[in-house]
């Protein structure tokens, strides 16, 4: 069977592949996961390859550079689903269900997932490394379950039932398939690294917001502006990958493609039966050239089986791919489900940091509308004030001119036309504070 399986997998060229790391790097040892990676050969433009990290089904890794059209056709997927991976672009965050793959990228998790192996690009990103660390502890400790699994489901296949899982009901984790083993991981890391973001993003912001409130000054004005561009920008991430998973628990197709154990196992039964009909159609041909059978209704018979036979096989499949699909459609819909409320806690967190802002903004704009206020009134006083002024202005230009009256003989004269000036002045004064107060102007 494995000499089978080489031969059905597309040749390796020396010239696409170079397997700089053969010796797997188990992260039971103790050693740091891709301990003395070559930070050069992360990306050789000239020969156009690019640094990956393979990991298969048994946790073992390994630093591949292969080059794009290579990883094409072997995981089968177009050349625009690589480029979703590519570092120098910037594209928001997809999960893609293609025929042999699922394209993952999610933040800094930019993977390509098989049925059996997992192909991510090589970065020295602590999260990228805490996710390959992280995938290989869970497939390392899942090994004797893995067995055990795989022995179950070729006994469940001969009673007409996909797995002991769907017999007893476990959900476990631990029994899931390869691809949604790291696809978990995958959103596990994509969802503490926005939940980390968002939980500094509130430390740093609420005692800044609550200092704004108390002293209002531009550089603190300043980093409130930074603080909420940083807010809208991450918001907009966490929303791109709530709206994925979204998408993907609302589209029963799209979850169904992502099933690719399931599907490999479907073609390879196909095959083997396919190999069965061709066994049994030259032990026909063998024995009707030995035997005096007629050469007209050989053939006919046998087309004849094989043709019953291809249809029982293909109603045989399709009520159990349907069956399946269900089956794999609820286990992952509720692997997408619970980390779908943690995106979305982590988005309840974020509105909440948001609003807060706009809260205290609002306490901001009120607060300057309160001094605006006060500026205004003391310039009404001021300009009350000025005017009363102005009225011994206007009786001394009245008196400076150049001419006579008796009254400039008499002594007292300037007492009483100082005092009459001022009670004159003071009542119009308190006029005036009286119509603000009824046009309530001023709160007096």
């Known amino acids: 069977m494995a000499d089978l399986k080489e031969r059905l997998l597309p040749p390796k060229p020396a010239s696409a592949v170079n397997l700089r790391d053969l010796s797997y790097r188990p992260s039971a040892s103790g050693r740091q996961p891709l301990q003395g990676v070559d930070v050069s050969s992360l990306k050789k433009r000239g020969q156009g390859l690019r640094s990956w990290i393979r990991v298969d089904a048994s946790g073992n890794s390994q630093v591949i550079e292969v080059d794009k059209f290579t990883l094409m056709h072997r995981c089968d997927l177009p050349a625009r689903d690589l480029r979703l991976l590519d570092p120098l672009f910037v594209y928001p965050s997809t999960i893609l269900g293609r025929e042999k793959a699922i394209v993952v990228n999610l933040e800094q998790i930019r993977c390509i997932i098989t049925a059996d192996e997992v192909w991510l690009l090589n970065s020295l990103d602590s999260y990228v490394l805490q996710y390959v660390a992280e995938l290989q502890r869970r497939l390392q400790a899942s090994g004797a379950a893995e067995v055990w699994q795989s022995d179950g489901a070729e006994l469940s296949r001969r009673r007409g039932s996909r797995n002991f899982d769907n017999i007893y009901g476990n959900t476990s984790p631990d029994y899931l398939p390869f691809e949604f083993k790291a696809l978990e991981v995958a959103l596990e890391a994509a969802c503490t690294f926005l939940d980390s973001q968002a939980a500094e993003l509130e430390i740093e912001a609420y005692p800044l917001l609550d200092e704004l409130t108390s002293k209002i000054s531009t550089l603190i004005l300043e980093r409130v502006r930074r603080l909420k561009s940083r807010l809208v920008a991450l918001t907009r991430r966490v929303q791109k990958v709530r709206d994925e998973i979204e998408q993907l628990m609302d589209d029963d197709g799209d979850m169904a493609e992502m099933y690719l154990t399931e599907k490999k196992s479907r073609m390879d039964s196909?095959?083997?039966?396919?190999?069965?009909?061709?066994?049994?159609?030259?032990?026909?041909?063998?024995?009707?050239?030995?035997?005096?059978?007629?050469?007209?209704?050989?053939?006919?018979?046998?087309?004849?089986?094989?043709?019953?036979?291809?249809?029982?096989?293909?109603?045989?499949?399709?009520?159990?791919?349907?069956?399946?699909?269900?089956?794999?459609?609820?286990?992952?819909?509720?692997?997408?489900?619970?980390?779908?409320?943690?995106?979305?806690?982590?988005?309840?967190?974020?509105?909440?940091?948001?609003?807060?802002?706009?809260?205290?903004?609002?306490?901001?704009?009120?607060?300057?509308?309160?001094?605006?206020?006060?500026?205004?009134?003391?310039?009404?006083?001021?300009?009350?004030?000025?005017?009363?002024?102005?009225?011994?202005g206007v009786v001394a230009g009245i008196f400076g001119m150049n001419f006579e009256i008796p009254m400039f003989d008499d002594p007292?004269?300037?007492?009483?036309?100082?005092?009459?000036?001022?009670?004159t002045g003071i009542v119009i004064f308190f006029s005036f504070l009286w119509f603000f107060k009824y046009r309530r102007l001023m709160p007096l």
């Open 412 to 423: 007292g004269a300037f007492k009483w036309v100082l005092m009459i000036t001022g009670v």
């Open 270 to 392: 196909s095959f083997y039966g396919d190999l069965s009909l061709m066994g049994y159609q030259s032990n026909d041909g063998a024995v009707s050239f030995s035997a005096p059978v007629s050469p007209v209704s050989s053939p006919s018979d046998s087309r004849k089986l094989e043709k019953s036979l291809s249809i029982t096989r293909s109603r045989h499949e399709s009520m159990r791919s349907s069956e399946s699909v269900k089956e794999s459609v609820e286990e992952l819909e509720m692997l997408l489900e619970a980390y779908f409320v943690v995106i979305d806690s982590t988005l309840n967190k974020l509105t909440s940091l948001k609003e807060y802002i706009d809260d205290t903004e609002d306490f901001i704009n009120i607060q300057l509308d309160n001094v605006r206020n006060q500026l205004i009134q003391f310039e009404l006083l001021l300009t009350t004030a000025t005017f009363v002024v102005a009225i011994f």
